[in-house]
Structure formats: structure tokens, C-alpha cells
């Protein structure tokens, strides 16, 4: 400011008051700058509104589209084929019951006779295995054109003698096998040559043995087996009318949806008909849409045809029903083993109930009417109530949330009961007890965790904890364990413990901070009052970091429920409600989650259909389940907010 | 009460109970604690015995360089009829059966089980770069306004409660976001507006559609900069925040506007921190999967991203034609979709049958992923704790 050399001197006053402020398009240059970085700001807040817009445009149409297709689905009779079709599924389970039941009661009988004939079978396999190659070639100089000389040949039958030998020879022979006839199973593998067709003798005599212990134990549980098959059969009368329906209602809905494809072609032929400007494109288009015209469908006749043989589908019913409960009642009260009389009284009580099934769906087969309108909150209910994640059928798909939800539920509540023990007691440790030295090593570690990527972990959850899990469930003084032993590697309790290692990081640093929060005066009065520091530890720091503690369990339940990569790869993917009626061993069977049937389906579906749209949905509750956890564990962290000392 | 020796407290109970009680909680606490640790290195020490046989061999350079340095491609091996097996790519094989003739048994081909992992390397090295370009420039700048010019209110309350849930929605659900705004709606000068375009604006000799920008480099970067912009901005204004007040109040007090203050006397002191802990976004960038996995990872590609067809110039075609062919094809590498290392780990662990080849491969990969994504960790932490000592206000 060279204000010396005006020629007259302005005011003090002025001088200090004087804007040197420069401006941009009459802006203050500081002020832009602040927008600037104010605008970066509110970054966050609109990618959550861009979130919700993309998310709902996707979506938002879903309800409409699969209102459409159940609407189809109950016009073109396929509704009304399901009334009957669904109880029916019941009879798998009932009969695999039975089969069970009947398998396990026959065992008691030919169990060993079959587990020597098996063990010998496999035993021959394995030096088949061992002497592929010699037995290769040698058959492929027997089939040469013309032979080879017989001293060649001579040589490779020595070399698959030897190998054959020397193999039979390494073989363990199981213990169900005596001296004698293990020494006989050798020298007939020894023996094996491609030419032989016919089963060594021994293998010959075990097959009898098993064949004839077999038929004993059936005509000892001739009961039984008449029961088993009577029931397994009763399905097919029924299942064969059901199944001409089927097949008619499927030609209606297939010839509808045909019908609307061509009806959409045509309307949008003709909009751009209507759109275009040039003459002769018009002409073309209007021809082509012409030419798109096709053949309303005549649901009512169609379905007409379906409920006219609603009384004859009740007949059969009827007759099953009654066929069942005969059944129910041979059933034996007897049967070879504890589980196997087990089995057979669940499936005695339960075919009543069944049969009551059956009726009652019969019944209501006149109540169905093929125009009732699919109302929307139906089709509401039909999504977040739905028992069934069906697509790609051939015959309907069900877009139904709840085996999703039940999945990554279970699957967030086993890592959730894993880990806030785990990273609690870790957190007062490392807080309240732990040298710096130990510190030093603990904390680094348990924040090293996670930098690991979550896709690795789910490889290790394939490639280790898997196996892990199953040695450990075929421990045989394990065995009081629910569910065990496993029969799935890949399961919920598999997916809950690689969460729950992925969330002990987020839980033990904020519990960790919650702990360090605790004002100094409470742990100074708990010490003066002549407290332990176990004392002071657990009824004075841990009660006043609680809120801490709780929103930080929330957190991390948050982070499991949205993981992705994990229970992709290892929860099992089988899209089912898992089977509580299992008992706490439930926690061992597969299941699929939210977040991974969206990274799974995603990929291979076309854009807009409404598989696509449901996916989307299915976005749209993640999200808020987010936004809801996320807000649940601030209104915690505020709710027990210690008095600040 | 035990008599005790004289120069006890003669006032004290007798305590032994309670200090055992005390001993044995101490105890089960530390056992607790240590559990976590034991298992993490177990982990660890798993992948680095059946991973580094493969990054690594015991002859010179002592790095499986073919591991490092080729594209992924299908593992074609061959058994002879002595046993022995012959491993080879698609190239090696029909020599490979023709010299061995009659003596030729079976050949197995296990997909993305052989060559390297250059390609999901390159790929992965893309999108972290940029994706941590998005999120610096937008966190940062985000940072500044909450440390340096925010005042409490309705708006820094909407900004702040933005930023927790951003932090706590599910990466799949990012990639669904993805999808919908970067792959499918993202605006993109076209000359052909594409059918699905949702809005076109004519710009005389282009046109500015929305119509996405398909599964690349771009869409996958930005996305992956949302997923990681909170860790972002909670980092950078953590160390504006640590650049001590008396700063601000001596630079303001010799009369430098507010900017002139930021610019001069508290970046400079925070951006080797802002640096340092966007090292830990990088890592969560490179190891998110359900992210790219709509919006630019590819399961196999035979390319590396810069490697195109392009139409051979004329002999005499003019310095500016090949200058415009160079741009084209560095731009290029952008507009591709890549191979991603934690996708590829994903694809062999979930889309190919499981064998000792396919087994090699997985644990190989995951070594050298988890090494990158581990040290780039580390170097953050220690890097802090560098500057934590340097500058002490």
C-alpha cells in the first residue's frame, strides 16, 4: 500500500478498512475457495442419495414385474397345480424317511457281508489304479493290426504281473478279512490280466454272501419293505394327473408370455413408426409391426380345462390319502435299530398330519379362481415373506427373501457370539492388564487382521478351516456335538468363524477406545476405596465403557452382515431355509446369504428382468440394514453415555 | 487370622484367596487375548508354506519370475505312458504330443491355472491408482472444510453422520452402485448415442451421453474411491487436526487470509501424514472384490491392458497420427476391463475344479496378494510412527 506517496494522505481509518479483496465474476476469491472445499464435503451425503437413486431405479420396478408374473402364474393355472403339488413334496421326505429306516434295519442283518464285498471292490480298483499303464499297453498291443510279436507281448503281461503283484502285495487289507482270504484276494489281483472278464472267485463268493444275507434281512423285515414301496408308490396315480396338468398349464403360461413379447415388440414398432419422420421407414416399421401381431391367449378357456378335472384330481387325492394312512398303519412298530424304530415313529405321526395336508388342499381347489387379481401388497408379502428363491425354473420363479435373510442371520449370529468374547476379554487385556511390551505385540497384530482381504479369507475358509472343521467333527469323543459329524465342509458355522475372525479387529479397537475413555476419577475413587484391580476392572471401567463396548458389537455386526467375498465362497450356497427342526446343529448346514446371492447371480442375469430388479431389492435391504444398524449403534453409544466425571 | 511376620501390615487380611482369584482371572484374560494373535500367524504361516514354493525357487534370481511375469493362461499337462507328467501352455502341447507319439498317454487342461499373474497384478496396480486418485483429491478437500472451515451446525452434523454410514454400507452394495451409476448411466462423449443412454445433450461436434461408461478401469477405480473415501477423509482430518492451533493463530495474526493460512502453514505439515495413512486406503482398495466384480475384474483375458489392435499407420503418416495412435492407446488402458488379483483368487477358489495344479496356482497368488497388500500395511504403520517421532509439537 503505498499510501505515502499519494498526494493526499487518506484516513487511517479507511486505509485499514480498505478492501484488497480482488474479485472473481464479483465473488470473494476466499469465499469460492471455501465453497470449493464445502462442495467436496457434501461428497458423502450425495453418494448415499446416488446410492438410494441407483439403487431404487434398478429396483424400484420390481414390484410391478413381479406382480405381472405371478399374475400369469395364477391365470395360467399354475397356481392351482401348486396347491395340490406342494403337500406332496412332503412325500419325499416321508418316504426318504422310510428308506432310511429300512436301509439302516436291513444293515443290521448284511452289513458285514456288504462291507466285505465293498471292501474287496475297492481293494481291486486300487490295482486296477496301479497298473493303468502297464494294463494300457498291453491291451493296446492285444488290439494292434496286425499283432505284435508273441515274445513283446510276453514282456508286457510279465511287466503287468509284476506290477500287479507288487501292488496287491502294498495293499492294506482291512480287518474284515481273514489270513486266508486276504492271502487269496492277493493272489487274484496278482492275476488280473485285461482278458479276464469275469469276476475273480472270491469276489464272486462275497457278492453271493451279500445277495443272501440281503434277502434274509428282507424277508425278516418283510413289513417294512411292503410298507416302504406302498407308500413310495401311492404318489404315482396322483402324480400322473397332476402332471397332464402341469404340463397344460405350462403350454399356457409359456404361450402368454410369447403372446406379450410380441404385444411390447409391436407397441414399440409402432411408437417409433409414429416417431419416424421419413416416409418409406415408416412404411417398414409399420409393416413389421404388422407382421409382430400374434394370437391373444384364451386363458379362461385354457384354464377351464385345468379345473374341469378339479373333481377328478380329488379323487385321486382322496385315494392317496387313504392309501398313505394304510400304509401308516403297517408300519411296524419294530425295526433293526434305535434310529431306525425312531424314524419309522416320526414318519407314523407325521403321515396323519400329512394325509390332513393332502385333504385340506383338496378342499380348497374349488375355492380357486383363475381371475382373482394378484393385489400389490401380496406381491409385498410374496418378497419378504417368501419361503422360496427360485429362478431359472422351468416352471415358475419365486423371488422370496426369507431363506436369504435366515441365512445371513444365523450366519452374523455365530460370528457375532465368537467374537465379542474374543475381542472384549482382548480389549481389557490389552487395556487394563498388558505390559507395553505385550501391547506392543498384540495390538499390530490384531490390527494387521484387517489389511487382510476378505477374499483370502474365504479362501482359507475353502482350502483350510473346511477340512479343519471336519476332522474335527469325525472325532469320535466329539461326538455329543450337535450336528456332528458334518456332512458338509462348507457350512454356516464354517462362514461364522472367518467373520468372526474379520470382525474382531472393529470390535477390539473401539471397545479398546471405549475403555480408554473411562474417565480417570472413577478408576482413582475404585482404588482408593481399596478395590482390586479385578474389582476395579470389572464392576467400575467395563459398566462405564458399556455403551462403548455395545456400539462397537453393533459395529461389527454391521461389517458381518455386509460382508461379501467370505460367505460367498464359503457358506455352503445352498439357497434353502436352513432346518431348524435339526436342533442347534443346524449352525452345520449350508445356506446362502443377501450379500452373496447378489455377487453370485449378478453376473449372469440380463439387465431389467426381473431377476435383475430382485437382486436390486435385495440391494435396497442391505442398504438400510446398514443405515439401521448404523444409526442403532449411535443411538446406543448415546443412550449409555457414562456422566462425564 | 494367620499370625504373620512382624513387619507385615498388621492390618491386613489375609489376602491369598483373592490374589489367586486375581492370578487366574489375569490369566484367562491373557489367554483370551493371545487366541487372536496365535491364530492370525498360524494363518499367515500357512499361506507362506504352501505359497512361497511358488513365488519363490532356490535357484538364481530365487523369484519365480515366469510366476511374476506372464499372463494367466490354461495349464495343459500331459502324461506320458512311464508316468511322468509334462507341464505346458496351449503352444507346448500339440509339440509336446507330437514328439512323444506313441509313447503319449492323457492330457489334462486346468484353466487359469498356468502362466503368472502379470495380468491381475497390472490390473489390480490400475484401479488402486485410480481409485486413490478419486479419493484423495475429493477426501482431502472434504478434510479441509471439517478441520479448517466448518462450524458447527445442521450441515457438518449431515456431513459427519454421512461419512459414518457411508462407512458401514456393504461393498456389494457399492458394487451394485457401480453398476447402476458408472457402468450404465456415467456420462461419456459419444457420437453414436447408445440406446440405453438415459439423457443425451448435443454439443455441436460431439454428444455428452449418459449412457455408462461399460465395465473398465474407470468405472472399477471410482467406485472402489467410495468404497475407500471415508478411511480417507477420517485419516486426513485426524492429521489436520494434529498440526497444532498456534500454527493457524500466527499466520492469521501476521495477516494471511484463511487460504493463504491452509496453504502455507498447515498442509505442509499435514500431507506426509495425509500421505502416509492413505497408504491404508491403497490396501483396502486393492483387497475389495465384491466391488469390481460388476464393474471392471474380468475372470481371463489374454492381454495386458495396453496391449491393442490398432490399425497399422501408413508408412508415410505424419508425426501428429502417430502422437494421436500413442494418447489413444494410453488412453485405452483406462477404458478396458482388467484382471483384478483378489478376483482372480476368487475365480480359482470358486470356478475351477480343485487339484494340485489349480491348488499351486491359488496359494501362489495368494501369497504374492497378500505380501503386496501386507507390506503396503506395514509401510504405513511404520511410516507414522517415523513422522509421529519427526514431528513432535
Redesign the interface.
Given at each position: 500500500m503505498n499510501s505515502s506517496q499519494t498526494p493526499s494522505r487518506p484516513p487511517l481509518r479507511s486505509v485499514l478498512l480498505r478492501s484488497r479483496k480482488h474479485t472473481i465474476l464479483g465473488f470473494d476469491?476466499?469465499k469460492l475457495?471455501?465453497y470449493?472445499?464445502?462442495s467436496?464435503?457434501?461428497?458423502?451425503?450425495i453418494?448415499?442419495v446416488?446410492?438410494m437413486v441407483?439403487?431404487m431405479?434398478?429396483g424400484v420396478d420390481f414390484l410391478p414385474t413381479y406382480q405381472r408374473e405371478l399374475q400369469t402364474y395364477r391365470r395360467a393355472g399354475l397356481e392351482f397345480c401348486d396347491i395340490i403339488d406342494q403337500p406332496l413334496q412332503r412325500n419325499q421326505a416321508l418316504s426318504s424317511s422310510l428308506r432310511q429306516a429300512l436301509s439302516a434295519s436291513l444293515e443290521t442283518l448284511s452289513k458285514t457281508a456288504r462291507d466285505r464285498r465293498d471292501a474287496a471292490f475297492q481293494l481291486k480298483r486300487q490295482v486296477e489304479d496301479k497298473t493303468a499303464?502297464p494294463r494300457?499297453?498291453l491291451t493296446q498291443a492285444l488290439e494292434k493290426t496286425p499283432p505284435p510279436a508273441p515274445d513283446q507281448i510276453e514282456v508286457l503281461r510279465r511287466e503287468l504281473k509284476e506290477a500287479a503283484t507288487s501292488a496287491a502285495k502294498s495293499l492294506e487289507y482291512p480287518d474284515l478279512f481273514t489270513a486266508a482270504e486276504r492271502e487269496q484276494l492277493q493272489r487274484e489281483f496278482a492275476a488280473l490280466t485285461p482278458e479276464s472278464t469275469d469276476m475273480p472267485p472270491l469276489l464272486q463268493a462275497l457278492v453271493a454272501e451279500f445277495s443272501a444275507k440281503d434277502r434274509e434281512a428282507r424277508t425278516k423285515f418283510a413289513a417294512l419293505v411292503t410298507a416302504q414301496e406302498e407308500f413310495e408308490e401311492a404318489t404315482e396315480p396322483l402324480q400322473e394327473v397332476l402332471d397332464e396338468l402341469k404340463a397344460k398349464a405350462l403350454e399356457t403360461k409359456e404361450k402368454a408370455v410369447e403372446f406379450e413379447a410380441l404385444e411390447t415388440n409391436r407397441l414399440r414398432l409402432l411408437e417409433a413408426a409414429a416417431k419416424e419422420t421419413d416416409a418409406e421407414e415408416k412404411a417398414s416399421l409399420t409393416k413389421e409391426a404388422e407382421a409382430s401381431v400374434a394370437e391373444p391367449v384364451n386363458m379362461e378357456e385354457r384354464t377351464k380345462e385345468i379345473t374341469e378335472r378339479t373333481a377328478e384330481l380329488r379323487e385321486q387325492v382322496e385315494k392317496y390319502a387313504g392309501v398313505v394312512e394304510k400304509a401308516a398303519a403297517e408300519l411296524p412298530q419294530e425295526a433293526g435299530t434305535e434310529a431306525a424304530r425312531r424314524l419309522i415313529n416320526e414318519v407314523r405321526a407325521d403321515i396323519p398330519a400329512h394325509a390332513r395336508e393332502m385333504r385340506a388342499a383338496a378342499a380348497r381347489l374349488d375355492g380357486w379362481r383363475w381371475d382373482k387379481p394378484v393385489s400389490i401388497f401380496s406381491v409385498i408379502g410374496a418378497f419378504f415373506f417368501g419361503t422360496q428363491w427360485i429362478t431359472n425354473s422351468s416352471w415358475q420363479d419365486f423371488f422370496g427373501f426369507v431363506p436369504l435373510l435366515t441365512g445371513s442371520l444365523v450366519i452374523a449370529a455365530i460370528a457375532i457370539v465368537i467374537a465379542t468374547?474374543?475381542?472384549v476379554?482382548?480389549a481389557?487385556?490389552?487395556n487394563q492388564?498388558?505390559s507395553d511390551r505385550e501391547k506392543e505385540?498384540?495390538k499390530?497384530?490384531?490390527e494387521?487382521?484387517q489389511?487382510?482381504?476378505?477374499?483370502?479369507l474365504?479362501?482359507?475358509g475353502?482350502?483350510?478351516v473346511g477340512n479343519l472343521i471336519k476332522d474335527v467333527s469325525e472325532w469320535s469323543w466329539l461326538q455329543w456335538v450337535p450336528g456332528f459329524p458334518i456332512q458338509e465342509r462348507l457350512n454356516m458355522f464354517n462362514a461364522g468363524c472367518l467373520l468372526a475372525?474379520m470382525a474382531?479387529p472393529t470390535m477390539?479397537s473401539l471397545s479398546e477406545d471405549a475403555l480408554n475413555n473411562v474417565p480417570r476419577a472413577y478408576i482413582d475413587a475404585s482404588d482408593a476405596l481399596g478395590a482390586?484391580?479385578?474389582q476395579t476392572v470389572f464392576r467400575v471401567i467395563v459398566p462405564a465403557g458399556i455403551s462403548g463396548i455395545l456400539s462397537a458389537i453393533l459395529?461389527g455386526l454391521?461389517?458381518v452382515?455386509?460382508?461379501?467375498?467370505v460367505v460367498?465362497?464359503v457358506a455352503g450356497n445352498r439357497i434353502a431355509i436352513p432346518d431348524f427342526s435339526a436342533g442347534p446343529g443346524v449352525i452345520f448346514h449350508p445356506a446362502h446369504t443377501l450379500?452373496g446371492i447378489?455377487?453370485q447371480e449378478?453376473?449372469e442375469v440380463s439387465?431389467g428382468s426381473s431377476h435383475w430388479q430382485a437382486?436390486?431389492m435385495v440391494?435396497i435391504v442391505?442398504?438400510a440394514i446398514?443405515?439401521l444398524?448404523?444409526w442403532c449403534a449411535?443411538a446406543v453409544a448415546r443412550r449409555f453415555e457414562p456422566h462425564k466425571a | 487370622m494367620t499370625p504373620s511376620p512382624s513387619n507385615d501390615n498388621p492390618f491386613a487380611g489375609d489376602n491369598s484367596g483373592?490374589q489367586k482369584?486375581?492370578t487366574a482371572?489375569?490369566w484367562?484374560?491373557?489367554v483370551?487375548?493371545?487366541?487372536?494373535?496365535l491364530?492370525?500367524?498360524a494363518?499367515m504361516l500357512?499361506?507362506f508354506t504352501k505359497g512361497a514354493p511358488v513365488a519363490f525357487q532356490s535357484k538364481w534370481p530365487f523369484v519365480n519370475t515366469k510366476f511374476l511375469t506372464e499372463l494367466p493362461a490354461t495349464l495343459h499337462v500331459i502324461e506320458d505312458?512311464?508316468?511322468n507328467h509334462i507341464e505346458t501352455d496351449v503352444n507346448g502341447a500339440d509339440a509336446i504330443k507330437k514328439q512323444l507319439g506313441d509313447n503319449f498317454?492323457a492330457e489334462k487342461t486346468i484353466s487359469y491355472s498356468g502362466g503368472g499373474i502379470l495380468g491381475p497384478i497390472i490390473g489390480t496396480a490400475l484401479l488402486v491408482i485410480v481409485s486413490v486418485g478419486v479419493a484423495l483429491f475429493?477426501g482431502v478437500?472434504?478434510a479441509?472444510?471439517?478441520s479448517?472451515?466448518?462450524k458447527h451446525g445442521k450441515?457438518l452434523e449431515?456431513?459427519r453422520l454421512?461419512?459414518?454410514?457411508?462407512a458401514?454400507?456393504?461393498?456389494?452394495?457399492?458394487?451394485?452402485?457401480g453398476?447402476?451409476?458408472f457402468v450404465?448411466?456415467a456420462p461419456k462423449f459419444v457420437s453414436v448415442v447408445a440406446e440405453r443412454s438415459v439423457l443425451a445433450i448435443p454439443l455441436g461436434f460431439t454428444t455428452l451421453s449418459f449412457e455408462g461408461w461399460d465395465t473398465c478401469v474407470l468405472s472399477g477405480g471410482f467406485t472402489l474411491a467410495?468404497v475407500i473415501?471415508?478411511v480417507i477423509?477420517t485419516a486426513s482430518e485426524q492429521c489436520l487436526q494434529a498440526v497444532p492451533q498456534g500454527f493457524r493463530e500466527t499466520s492469521m495474526a501476521l495477516g494471511a487470509?484463511?487460504?493463504q493460512t491452509i496453504r502455507y502453514s498447515v498442509l505442509p505439515f499435514a500431507t506426509p501424514g495425509i500421505l502416509t495413512s492413505s497408504i491404508?486406503g491403497i490396501?483396502?482398495a486393492?483387497?475389495?472384490?465384491?466391488p469390481i466384480?460388476?464393474t471392471a475384474a474380468l475372470a481371463f483375458k489374454d492381454k495386458l491392458p495396453w496391449q491393442k489392435d490398432m490399425p497399422p499407420l501408413p508408412v508415410d503418416a505424419s508425426i501428429f497420427a502417430h502422437w494421436e495412435q500413442s494418447v489413444s492407446r494410453f488412453l485405452g488402458i483406462f477404458t478396458e476391463s482388467v484382471q483384478a488379483l483378489?478376483?482372480h483368487?476368487?475365480t480359482l477358489?470358486?470356478k475351477i475344479p480343485q487339484n494340485e495344479y489349480a491348488?499351486r496356482a491359488?496359494?501362489g497368488s495368494?501369497f504374492v496378494?497378500?505380501v503386496l497388500?501386507?507390506s503396503?500395511?506395514?509401510s504405513s504403520?511404520m511410516l507414522r510412527k517415523r513422522l509421529r517421532a519427526k514431528y513432535r509439537w
Open positions: 476469491p476466499q475457495i471455501k470449493f472445499f464445502g467436496n464435503a457434501s461428497v458423502a451425503i453418494v448415499l446416488l446410492i441407483f439403487l431405479r434398478e499303464r494300457e499297453s468374547p474374543v475381542s476379554v482382548a481389557i487385556y490389552t492388564f498388558a505385540i498384540i499390530p497384530i490384531i494387521f487382521i489389511a487382510i482381504p476378505s477374499v483370502v474365504g479362501f482359507i475353502i482350502s483350510l475372525f474382531v477390539f482390586t484391580k479385578l459395529l454391521g461389517r452382515v455386509g460382508e461379501t467375498m460367498l465362497l450379500t447378489i455377487a449378478l453376473g439387465r437382486l436390486f440391494g442391505l442398504f446398514s443405515l444398524v448404523n449411535r | 483373592i482369584r486375581e482371572a489375569r484367562a484374560l491373557r483370551g487375548s493371545y487366541i487372536v494373535v491364530i492370525t500367524l494363518i500357512h499361506i505312458q512311464q508316468g498317454r475429493l478437500a472434504c479441509i472444510y471439517l479448517e472451515y466448518a450441515f449431515m456431513v454421512a461419512i459414518l454410514n457411508l458401514g454400507v456393504p461393498s456389494v452394495v457399492f458394487g451394485l452402485f453398476l447402476g451409476a450404465l448411466t467410495f473415501l471415508p477423509i487470509t484463511r487460504w491404508l490396501a483396502r486393492a483387497g475389495e472384490t465384491a466384480m460388476f483378489p478376483y483368487i476368487y477358489a470358486a491348488e491359488q496359494y495368494v496378494f497378500l497388500v501386507a503396503l500395511a506395514a504403520v
